[in-house]
């Protein structure tokens, strides 16, 4: 599992906020477009990609996007 | 597992009953801010929803559904044996409702009335019930009806909730006959119990302070005889259990995406049936949606998406595979072999023919 390709699929779920704005140290949550709709779209990209089922746990004990993929990644 | 299989019963007629009240999502700038409302209306699907008037409750939806169907169809009263009442918003916690719908509709005393309770998944586990009743010597015809208020037991400052839920009810007249065979694989996990909860209740007893609105989580307010959703929880039960489950139906019905005509999903919400429909690979033509008009109607939105969109389109013999999935938590597909069913169009509820 590749960082990078987790941070730009990661990304591909927003519409408005920059490519730029995502690090492995973005606090996603903080975002301005974050939403609970964007939540479910990221449930549904790492079912697409990683085949990996994401609880509301896992996204809401997540603050960066670093510990996002650390979780996908432990359940892989 | 429970796989069940039927043979020699089916679905005779349906019909549905709406409230005549719209509700748009476009209104709810007071708990969305204004731009991402049009973003959300377009995830969701869902651009307006009926809502009951206080006074007007499912059952009153489902008896008028009830009525349209027997009118309809000719069906005499006299020859329903069983009433089956599915809904998490009957009138009375005591008596059950189906016991009022039974007096109200004029069904004979010898009619056998039952309430059941499910979230989402509960048409599915109910045709069940009223098929298995069906199939029994002894009984020729069941009438099950299927209603919701969810406006009732919705937070207005819930955005969770609030833009999702809209009411109705409807009838569906099962019967023994010269059908098909239909086949049900109906699933429980409740260790999700709090998924999807009303916390008050008996474990928690209902006190004045459960009638307290709170700020819960982010921001969204409640108290504690309304409904609470984890939606991440809700979406990622779905994804590991909706697609899989219709696959098994297929499976064990030996049956290919070809052979089925129709694939109804509970209507939860747009975004997550697109994504079931991609996953599975099913061509979105044969996936009927409601949702637009009428929102998540709980455990309603699958009699109610067929009745409103397949109702000039279930002629002659048809396969059609019901996915109903939620609180609980508690998911049923079924295979139903559909064979001359009679559907009448939905109806608006009409408050003076209920005036009593």
């Known amino acids: 599992m590749n960082l990078n390709n987790f941070i730009e699929n990661f990304a591909d779920q927003f519409e408005e906020t920059d490519a730029s704005a995502f690090t492995p140290d973005t606090k996603f949550k903080e975002l301005e477009e974050w939403s609970s709709l964007i939540a479910l779209s990221i449930i549904a990209m790492v079912d697409e990609e990683y085949d990996i089922t994401l609880k509301g746990d896992d996204i809401r004990n997540s603050a960066t996007i670093l510990d996002l993929f650390n979780i996908v990644k432990g359940k892989s | 597992m429970a796989k069940i299989t039927f043979h020699g019963v089916g679905i005779k007629a349906m019909a549905a009953c709406v409230p005549s009240k719209v509700v748009y999502n476009r209104d709810l700038g007071y708990l969305i801010p204004k731009e991402e409302i049009e973003k959300t209306i377009e995830s969701i699907g869902i651009v307006e929803r009926r809502v009951a008037d206080e006074d007007v409750t499912a059952s009153d939806l489902a008896y008028q559904a009830a009525r349209q169907l027997l009118d309809d169809n000719g069906i005499d009263t006299s020859s329903i044996d069983v009433l089956l009442f599915m809904s998490q918003t009957g009138d009375y916690r005591i008596p059950a409702t189906s016991c009022i719908l039974q007096h109200r509709l004029g069904l004979a005393k010898t009619t056998a009335c039952i309430d059941l309770?499910?979230?989402?998944?509960?048409?599915?586990?109910?045709?069940?019930?009223?098929?298995?009743?069906?199939?029994?010597?002894?009984?020729?015809?069941?009438?099950?009806?299927?209603?919701?208020?969810?406006?009732?037991?919705?937070?207005?400052?819930?955005?969770?909730?609030?833009?999702?839920?809209?009411?109705?009810?409807?009838?569906?007249?099962?019967?023994?006959?010269?059908?098909?065979?239909?086949?049900?694989?109906?699933?429980?996990?409740?260790?999700?119990?709090?998924?999807?909860?009303?916390?008050?209740?008996?474990?928690?007893?209902?006190?004045?302070?459960?009638?307290?609105?709170?700020?819960?989580?982010?921001?969204?307010?409640?108290?504690?005889?309304?409904?609470?959703?984890?939606?991440?929880?809700?979406?990622?039960?779905?994804?590991?259990?909706?697609?899989?489950?219709?696959?098994?139906?297929?499976?064990?019905?030996?049956?290919?995406?070809?052979?089925?005509?129709?694939?109804?999903?509970?209507?939860?919400?747009?975004?997550?049936?697109?994504?079931?429909?991609?996953?599975?690979?099913?061509?979105?033509?044969?996936?009927?949606?409601?949702?637009?008009?009428?929102?998540?109607?709980?455990?309603?939105?699958?009699?109610?998406?067929?009745?409103?969109?397949?109702?000039?389109?279930?002629?002659?013999?048809?396969?059609?595979?019901?996915?109903?999935?939620?609180?609980?938590?508690?998911?049923?597909?079924?295979?139903?072999?559909?064979?001359?069913?009679?559907?009448?169009?939905v109806i608006e509820y009409e408050r003076k023919v209920t005036k009593q």
């Not at chain 2, 023994?176 to 998924?195: I, V």
């Open chain 2, 117 to 345: 309770t499910l979230g989402c998944s509960g048409y599915v586990f109910a045709l069940s019930t009223a098929m298995a009743y069906a199939s029994m010597e002894g009984v020729n015809r069941v009438l099950l009806l299927d209603g919701e208020t969810f406006s009732k037991i919705v937070n207005r400052r819930d955005k969770v909730d609030w833009p999702l839920y809209g009411d109705a009810a409807t009838a569906t007249l099962i019967e023994k006959g010269d059908y098909g065979a239909t086949t049900f694989l109906l699933n429980t996990d409740g260790s999700g119990e709090d998924a999807v909860k009303i916390r008050a209740g008996m474990r928690h007893r209902i006190t004045a302070d459960s009638l307290v609105e709170r700020e819960q989580e982010e921001g969204n307010i409640r108290n504690e005889l309304e409904v609470y959703m984890d939606g991440m929880d809700v979406f990622n039960f779905a994804i590991s259990k909706v697609p899989r489950s219709v696959k098994e139906i297929l499976k064990e019905t030996e049956q290919t995406i070809d052979d089925i005509d129709f694939l109804v999903f509970h209507q939860s919400n747009k975004f997550m049936t697109d994504f079931f429909i991609k996953k599975l690979k099913f061509p979105p033509e044969r996936v009927p949606y409601c949702i637009q008009k009428y929102g998540n109607t709980s455990s309603t939105s699958i009699p109610l998406t067929i009745v409103s969109e397949l109702y000039n389109k279930l002629d002659g013999h048809k396969k059609v595979v019901m996915c109903g999935f939620g609180a609980g938590l508690s998911w049923g597909t079924a295979l139903v072999d559909f064979k001359d069913c009679q559907i009448t169009p």
